[in-house]
T-cell receptor, first 115, second 115 residues
Framework: GAVVSQHPSWVICKSGTSVKIECRSL??????MFWYRQFPKQSLMLMAT?????????EQGVEKDKFLINHASLTLSTLTVTSAHPEDSSFYIC???????????FGEGSRLTVL | AQSVTQPDIHITVSEGASLELRCNYS??????LFWYVQSPGQGLQLLLK??????LVQGIKGFEAEFKRSQSSFNLRKPSVHWSDAAEYFC?????????????FGTGTRLKVLA
């Protein structure tokens, strides 16, 4: 099956710094990628939809200036958490699909801890 | 609005016992339905999916699910649970929008398996 990889798996940063998380589709071209956030023991909350070559579409309540998404190629989307604060600490998961079918493929997740 | 409900937040079963995890959805059209499993600190693993056709779907690890349109349900079953099945289980519905598919996740059911 299709493989989606995230990097880094774990990141710890100081408050006020910015952190970039990468999501790559390893063996297919992803026209669309999605970013989710998951709080401990909770479900996945869709943050934004990233389309290759265009601006991301953010879900209601998600700060687009805080969570910058770039989908510059068909195999890479990045999520940058700007001026991170402790409340941004969470598990971030990306998924990717080709658009040809309804199936999405999920990355392993990236755990962000802001001190 | 589309939604996914997993009525059971926690379920505990004995090893070897049968399992059924409930999932109900609200969606205007024929949905794409999925079950994922997540171990602590890990990403999502697809157990099975329903797009169309046979309403009884077989998945990995001995799991199956049945799509019942009249009940708007997609319950996950396993005849004999193993200790390694202890994890968080998420039901999701895929909905089409702007040429892509968005997934809406249920709140999850945490499975505990007693030895």
């Amino acid at each position: 099956g299709a493989v989606v990889s995230q990097h880094p798996s774990w990141v710890i940063c100081k408050s006020g710094t910015s952190v970039k998380i990468e999501c790559r589709s390893l063996d297919f071209q992803a026209t669309t990628m999605f970013w989710y956030r998951q709080f401990p023991k909770q479900s996945l909350m869709l943050m934004a939809t990233s389309n290759e070559g265009s601006k991301a579409t953010y879900e209601q309540g998600v700060e687009k200036d805080k969570f910058l998404i770039n989908h510059a190629s068909l195999t890479l989307s990045t999520l940058t958490v700007t001026s991170a604060h402790p409340e941004d600490s969470s598990f971030y998961i990306c998924s990717a699909g080709t658009g040809a079918t309804g199936e999405l493929f999920f990355g392993e997740g990236s755990r962000l801890t802001v001190l | 609005a589309q939604s996914v409900t997993q009525p059971d937040i926690h379920i505990t079963v004995s090893e070897g016992a049968s399992l059924e995890l409930r999932c109900n959805y609200s969606y205007g059209a024929t949905p794409y339905l999925f079950w994922y499993v997540q171990s602590p600190g890990q990403g999502l693993q697809l157990l099975l999916k329903y797009f169309s056709g046979d309403t009884l779907v077989q998945g990995i690890k001995g799991f199956e699910a049945e799509f019942k349109r009249s009940q708007s349900s997609f319950n996950l079953r396993k005849p004999s649970v193993h200790w390694s099945d202890a994890a968080e289980y998420f039901c999701a519905v895929g909905r089409r929008g702007s040429g892509t598919y968005k997934y809406i996740f249920g709140t999850g059911t945490r499975l505990k398996v007693l030895a």
